[in-house]
Protein backbone atom coordinates (compact mmCIF):
# COMPACT_ATOMS: atom_id res chain seq x y z
CA UNK A 1 0.00 0.00 0.00
CA UNK A 2 0.94 3.44 -0.83
CA UNK A 3 -0.17 6.84 0.40
CA UNK A 4 0.75 10.34 -1.57
CA UNK A 5 0.41 13.26 -0.20
CA UNK A 6 0.28 16.73 -2.27
CA UNK A 7 1.65 19.98 -1.66
CA UNK A 8 2.33 23.19 -2.52
CA UNK A 9 -0.51 24.65 -4.73
CA UNK A 10 -1.77 28.06 -4.04
CA UNK A 11 -3.34 31.00 -5.71
CA UNK A 12 -0.59 33.08 -8.08
CA UNK A 13 -0.60 35.20 -11.00
CA UNK A 14 0.56 34.09 -14.99
CA UNK A 15 4.07 34.01 -15.22
CA UNK A 16 5.36 32.65 -12.00
CA UNK A 17 6.30 29.81 -10.98
CA UNK A 18 5.40 27.09 -8.12
CA UNK A 19 6.71 23.82 -6.96
CA UNK A 20 4.09 20.75 -6.73
CA UNK A 21 5.80 18.08 -3.78
CA UNK A 22 4.37 14.35 -3.63
CA UNK A 23 5.02 13.03 0.17
CA UNK A 24 5.28 9.32 -0.32
CA UNK A 25 4.91 6.83 2.66
CA UNK A 26 4.05 2.91 2.86
CA UNK A 27 6.45 1.43 0.34
CA UNK A 28 10.55 2.83 -0.88
CA UNK A 29 9.87 5.26 -2.98
CA UNK A 30 12.09 3.44 -5.79
CA UNK A 31 9.22 0.60 -6.36
CA UNK A 32 7.44 2.61 -8.16
CA UNK A 33 6.88 5.07 -11.36
CA UNK A 34 5.11 8.50 -10.51
CA UNK A 35 2.90 10.87 -12.75
CA UNK A 36 1.23 13.97 -12.16
CA UNK A 37 -1.97 14.38 -13.58
CA UNK A 38 -4.49 17.58 -13.46
CA UNK A 39 -7.91 17.86 -13.53
CA UNK A 40 -9.53 21.50 -14.26
CA UNK A 41 -13.08 22.07 -13.68
CA UNK A 42 -15.68 20.74 -15.97
CA UNK A 43 -13.23 18.29 -17.93
CA UNK A 44 -11.24 14.89 -17.86
CA UNK A 45 -8.07 14.76 -15.67
CA UNK A 46 -5.25 14.56 -17.96
CA UNK A 47 -1.57 14.03 -17.58
CA UNK A 48 0.81 16.37 -17.18
CA UNK A 49 4.24 14.76 -16.69
CA UNK A 50 6.05 11.34 -15.72
CA UNK A 51 9.45 10.11 -14.30
CA UNK A 52 10.87 6.46 -13.65
CA UNK A 53 11.45 4.46 -10.47
CA UNK A 54 15.41 6.11 -10.99
CA UNK A 55 14.40 9.31 -12.00
CA UNK A 56 16.53 8.67 -15.03
CA UNK A 57 13.27 8.80 -17.67
CA UNK A 58 10.72 11.87 -17.61
CA UNK A 59 8.33 12.64 -20.54
CA UNK A 60 5.89 15.89 -20.91
CA UNK A 61 2.82 16.63 -22.06
CA UNK A 62 3.23 19.07 -24.84
CA UNK A 63 1.70 22.21 -23.16
CA UNK A 64 4.04 22.18 -20.27
CA UNK A 65 7.13 21.17 -22.07
CA UNK A 66 10.23 23.84 -21.58
CA UNK A 67 8.09 24.76 -18.32
CA UNK A 68 7.35 22.46 -16.01
CA UNK A 69 10.35 19.77 -14.54
CA UNK A 70 9.30 16.78 -12.91
CA UNK A 71 11.95 15.39 -10.14
CA UNK A 72 12.07 13.27 -7.67
CA UNK A 73 14.17 12.49 -4.12
CA UNK A 74 14.18 8.89 -3.31
CA UNK A 75 16.14 9.42 -0.11
CA UNK A 76 13.57 11.84 0.93
CA UNK A 77 10.47 9.71 -0.46
CA UNK A 78 9.05 12.76 -2.26
CA UNK A 79 8.50 13.68 -6.30
CA UNK A 80 8.33 17.33 -7.19
CA UNK A 81 6.78 18.80 -10.37
CA UNK A 82 8.27 22.49 -10.64
CA UNK A 83 6.24 24.85 -12.68
CA UNK A 84 7.25 27.84 -14.54
CA UNK A 85 5.74 30.58 -16.10
CA UNK A 86 2.72 29.73 -15.23
CA UNK A 87 -0.72 29.91 -17.10
CA UNK A 88 -3.92 30.63 -16.34
CA UNK A 89 -4.83 27.35 -18.44
CA UNK A 90 -2.39 25.72 -16.32
CA UNK A 91 -5.43 26.06 -13.07
CA UNK A 92 -6.18 22.55 -12.20
CA UNK A 93 -6.10 20.02 -9.39
CA UNK A 94 -3.09 18.53 -9.90
CA UNK A 95 -2.65 14.59 -8.64
CA UNK A 96 0.34 12.77 -8.26
CA UNK A 97 -0.14 8.60 -8.75
CA UNK A 98 1.98 5.97 -8.83
CA UNK A 99 2.96 2.63 -10.73
CA UNK A 100 4.23 -0.02 -8.46
CA UNK A 101 7.14 -1.68 -10.52
CA UNK A 102 9.38 -4.40 -9.62
CA UNK A 103 12.01 -3.59 -12.18
CA UNK A 104 12.19 -1.22 -15.25
CA UNK A 105 12.85 2.38 -15.76
CA UNK A 106 9.35 2.98 -17.86
CA UNK A 107 7.52 6.15 -17.55
CA UNK A 108 3.53 5.90 -18.15
CA UNK A 109 0.64 8.78 -19.18
CA UNK A 110 -2.35 6.98 -19.32
CA UNK A 111 -3.95 7.26 -15.92
CA UNK A 112 -5.21 3.09 -16.12
CA UNK A 113 -1.45 2.33 -15.82
CA UNK A 114 -1.37 3.77 -11.90
CA UNK A 115 -2.58 2.41 -8.94
CA UNK A 116 -2.32 4.93 -6.15
CA UNK A 117 -3.30 8.47 -6.15
CA UNK A 118 -3.10 11.52 -3.90
CA UNK A 119 -6.00 13.73 -2.84
CA UNK A 120 -4.74 16.76 -5.35
CA UNK A 121 -3.34 20.22 -4.67
CA UNK A 122 -5.55 23.14 -6.15
CA UNK A 123 -3.49 25.38 -8.15
CA UNK A 124 -4.89 28.49 -9.64
CA UNK A 125 -3.55 31.03 -12.32
CA UNK A 126 -4.88 34.05 -12.69
CA UNK A 127 -4.06 36.67 -15.56
Known amino acids: QVQLVESGGGLVQAGVSLRLSCAASGRSLISYATGWFRQAPGKEREFVAA????????YYEDSVKGRFTVSRDNAKHTVYLQMNSLKPEDTAVYYC????????????????????WGQGTQVTVSS
Open 97 to 116: AAKILSSGTGVYTAKSEYSY
Open 51 to 58: ISRNGDRT
